[in-house]
Antibody
Framework: QVQLVQSEAEVKKPGASVKVSCKAS????????IHWLRQAPGHRLQWMGRINPTTGGTSYEHEIQDRVTMTRDTAITTAYMELRSLKSDDTAVYFC????????????WGQGTLVTVSS | DIQMTQSPSSLSASIGDRVTIACRAS??????LNWYRQRPGKAPELLIY???TLQSGVPSRLSGSGSGTHFTLTISSLQPGDFATYLCQQSYGVPWTFGQGTKVEIK
């Protein structure tokens, strides 16, 4: 079955970086975009950006585009999201999710990765 | 950015009740509106895309309607597994944005 499995929870200090992985299985990895979204406590879901696994091309949300990088390794069907210069406001559950090109709804989702930023 | 507003923020209902959740967009998004269910501590699950198309496996007692700026999700007969938070999302323009959620609780 189609599945996205994310890496484990992380605790980071302010100013550090975090890299979350998303392992895809059950489908052709290069046939679908991978998106990254986050859900901070008490806040609504926020779309962070997406990567085209075929080309590596990316599109980022404007507020975080200077701090985020999305990459992929097609050999191991894994996508990555790195967020730099972490702040306490970045404490959230981070999700990866799949979409078809031109069909910007998300299915399925990874299980989520809690990133806690605390001194 | 397109702002999405859901109402109500929460509601209490009983098994078998008909429930309607509204989602309003800050601008015309045509039919580019999607619905998700999120259970506590879990990832969202896609229920409906493009206003009214049910995702595979979603029961027909769920339905979606609307266009332009006003959309609704209806559950015709609430079942135990329906108690969760429901989210709308617009796929009209980047950045894709979500509503704040509607929590459906047991009365």
């Amino acid at each position: 079955q189609v599945q996205l499995v994310q890496s484990e929870a992380e605790v980071k200090k302010p100013g550090a970086s975090v890299k979350v992985s998303c392992k895809a299985s059950g489908y052709t990895f290069t046939a679908y975009y991978i998106h990254w979204l986050r859900q901070a406590p008490g806040h609504r879901l926020q779309w962070m950006g997406r990567i085209n696994p075929t080309t590596g091309g990316t599109s980022y949300e404007h507020e975080i585009q200077d701090r985020v990088t999305m990459t992929r390794d097609t050999a191991i069907t894994t996508a990555y999201m790195e967020l730099r210069s972490l702040k306490s406001d970045d404490t959230a559950v981070y999700f990866c999710a799949r979409s078809n090109e031109g069909e910007d709804w998300f299915d399925p989702w990874g299980q989520g990765t809690l990133v806690t930023v605390s001194s | 950015d397109i702002q999405m507003t859901q109402s109500p923020s929460s509601l209490s209902a009983s098994i078998g009740d008909r429930v309607t959740i509204a989602c309003r967009a800050s601008q015309n998004i045509s039919g580019y509106l999607n619905w998700y269910r999120q259970r506590p501590g879990k990832a969202p699950e896609l229920l409906i895309y493009l206003t009214s198309t049910l995702q595979s496996g979603v029961p027909s007692r769920l339905s979606g309607s609307g266009s332009g700026t006003h959309f609704t999700l209806t559950i015709s007969s609430l079942q135990p597994g329906d108690f969760a938070t429901y989210l709308c999302q617009q796929s009209y323009g980047v950045p894709w944005t979500f509503g704040q959620g509607t929590k459906v609780e047991i009365k």
